[in-house]
């Protein structure tokens, strides 16, 4: 890689981190809806089983399967009232760290990054760690999310519970 190319890389991974940990502060002050205009209207959150991180909504059951659609009623939903699990609203603190970005054809990238995700909720806390998986399209105004996939790494989920928040 020339020094240009690895100057640009590094401004590249900059443009996107900041993009994730804008995303991560989205998340943290329940600006659900602001969060969701970062999505396509074709894009999709997963979240696989604990057990299988592999798993393909095609062909395996998911925590979460999530198109616009269903994330557009998930935020809905997780603003309301009527969510129990999550009124009032838990307190959470998204940490992302070592984001690794790959260009890809078409304008796309592929990010992959760390993640821990602190939530306090009724005196209880629960830490959920593991992986993101990213495919974003650049677009004039900085980035947008084609796919998101939160990997969890941990064993089991009886130490958090469920997974009522936005990993």
Not at 93 to 110: I, K, T, Y
């Amino acid at each position: 890689m020339t020094a240009v190319a690895s100057q640009r890389h590094v401004f590249l991974r900059q443009q996107v981190e900041e993009f994730l940990y804008a995303e991560a502060a989205l998340l943290d002050t329940w600006a659900l809806d602001d969060w969701l205009l970062l999505f396509d209207e074709d894009a999709k959150y997963e979240v696989p089983c604990n057990d299988a991180l592999d798993g393909d909504p095609a062909r395996d059951l998911l925590l979460i399967d999530d198109n616009y659609l269903r994330l557009a009623a998930r935020v809905t939903r997780l603003d309301s009232r009527r969510a129990h699990r999550e009124y009032p609203h838990s307190r959470t603190n998204h940490q992302v760290f070592n984001v690794r970005v790959q260009d890809l054809p078409a304008d796309e990238l592929s990010v992959n990054a760390s993640f821990t995700v602190w939530r306090f909720r009724a005196g209880r806390t629960s830490c959920y760690v593991g992986q993101y998986h990213y495919r974003l399209r650049r677009s004039a105004g900085g980035f947008r999310i084609a796919v998101k996939r939160a990997e969890l790494d941990m064993t089991d989920l009886r130490s958090v519970g469920d997974v009522a928040i936005i990993l």
